[in-house]
């Protein structure tokens, strides 16, 4: 019993105590509100608070959406959605979410092991098999639970396991690998040769992951996934690719970059998401049916939660299959971030340059970049969220444009001519010519 847990039981017991002790509880509850209430205060400060945009997507009309915020106009646009490929109101999707709904019901009824695995969650992980030209695949209720308890259950178990983890790795791998208590180094970002510099020094027999992402989300930079496989394969490192921004977008059947550049076999586990380039939601790793038996059975974020409603599997495997089999989406999408990144650079706006489909625009303000997104919402109806920190760090923060499959060129006029505008407004730097 540690010392503190000594205490308190002594207090309880002293009747001349309890009286403090009663006093005590009764201040807790606002000590603890006035300290919530002192942090949040800290975040508004500091331009980080985070406000949610009020918006219905429409269905058809996508990007459009209902604005039911007190800010800007009753309809918008939006332009950071991860929607990329307008999946989410594809007919096919729509039409096996509803033949779904009206054939199994609402929810899944159980978790997986109990009552919860429908038909569909079994299609669904044999078509991600497929995709990812694995033996196995397996579905969880998002990408943030599929990285954090693949991660967490694979590194805690395997006795003496280290984790290398790549330095912008999402929040939920980094979580996943704190979770397992395994030894974590965290090698410079996209740089294999660093990787090779850790590795070396780490005992030769030890088993270790090198977990690392395709497209990062924020900056869209992409990693130099051959470099890190050589490196990992020459240590005998096990390798944990997330390709959650590009499973769907890339590869001649949306199998993610991996797929694009032939490289799917020398990776040990590859994950997504369901829920941004396939419209939907979830989440699921691709690997050995050994690795995913593993962690079916042993990860607590796969076991002890109710399994995705059965209409959410039936659509994102109508979703995937379409992808499989149709590129004019990717090409649609590719185009458009071409014509976007075109014209923001014929106005020298500063655009983080990148190979991938996220076009960030930096504003390196907090402040500043709450109020243009406020003042593109207001004067344009056009929606795009500020990223702040801690998502970005202090000095980066940035408009993350999205440009979608659905976007029209009048839409890319609108757009370009209200960022123009703005940067004239606010004296905002441009880039040099
Ligand atoms: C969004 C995201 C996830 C989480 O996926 P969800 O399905 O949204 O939970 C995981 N990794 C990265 C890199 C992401 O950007």
Redesign the pocket.
């Known amino acids: 019993m540690s010392s503190r847990e000594e205490a308190y039981i002594f207090s309880v017991n002293d009747p001349k105590s309890r009286h403090s002790i009663e006093d005590a509880a009764k201040r807790a509850p606002a000590n603890i509100d006035a300290f919530m209430r002192g942090e949040i205060e800290t975040l508004k400060s500091d331009g980080n608070y985070r406000v949610f945009a009020d918006i219905e997507r429409c269905a058809g009309a996508f990007p459009e959406a209902v604005n039911h915020g007190s800010v800007g106009p009753d309809r918008v646009k939006v332009w950071c959605s991860?929607d990329y490929l307008g999946m989410g109101q594809h007919p096919d999707v729509m039409a096996a979410m509803k033949r779904a709904i009206e054939q199994c019901g609402a929810g899944a009824g159980g978790t997986r092991n109990i009552s919860g695995t429908n038909h569909y969650h079994v299609l669904l992980e044999r078509e991600l098999a497929d995709l990812h030209r694995k033996e196995s695949a397996l579905i969880f209720t998002?990408?943030?639970?599929s990285?954090w308890a693949t991660l967490g259950t694979i590194a805690a178990r395997i006795p003496g396991c280290i984790v290398l983890s790549d330095a912008c790795n999402?929040a939920?791998?980094i979580e996943g690998i704190r979770h397992s208590r395994a030894e974590r180094r965290i090698f410079n970002h996209n740089d294999a040769e660093d990787l090779e510099r850790i590795l070396k020094t780490l005992d030769p027999l030890a088993p270790k992951i090198v977990a690392f992402?395709s497209v990062?989300?924020m900056d869209g930079d992409i990693a130099p996934i051959e470099d890190i496989l050589d490196v990992a394969e020459r240590y005998g490192a096990m390798t944990y690719l997330?390709e959650?921004?590009a499973v769907g977008m890339y590869g001649p059947r949306g199998g993610g970059i991996a797929d694009a550049r032939g490289l799917v076999d020398r990776i040990d586990i590859i994950?997504g998401?369901?829920?941004?380039a396939f419209g939907v939601?979830?989440?699921y790793i691709a690997a050995s049916a050994t690795i995913c038996d593993y962690v079916r059975s042993f990860a607590s974020g796969f076991i002890f939660t109710t399994a995705m409603p059965p209409a959410c599997a039936a659509g994102a495997l109508a979703s995937v299959r379409h992808l499989k089999k149709s590129c004019v989406e990717r090409d649609r999408q590719q185009e458009n971030v071409g014509k976007v990144r075109a014209r923001l650079a014929a106005m020298r706006i500063p655009v983080l340059d990148n190979e991938s489909h996220i076009v960030p625009v930096m504003v390196k303000d907090p402040v500043k970049c709450k109020w243009v997104s406020d003042w593109l919402m207001q004067a344009h109806g056009i929606y795009v969220q500020p990223v702040n920190y801690p998502t970005v760090p202090k000095g980066t923060e940035r408009l993350r444009l999205t440009p979608s499959a659905v976007h029209t060129d009048a839409d890319i006029d609108l757009l370009a001519r209200a960022i123009s505008e703005i940067w004239s407004q606010c004296a905002l730097s441009r880039a040099v010519a």
């Open positions: 991860n998002s990408g943030y639970v990285n999402h939920s791998m992402e990062y989300s997330d959650v921004h994950e998401t369901l829920g941004k939601v979830g989440g």
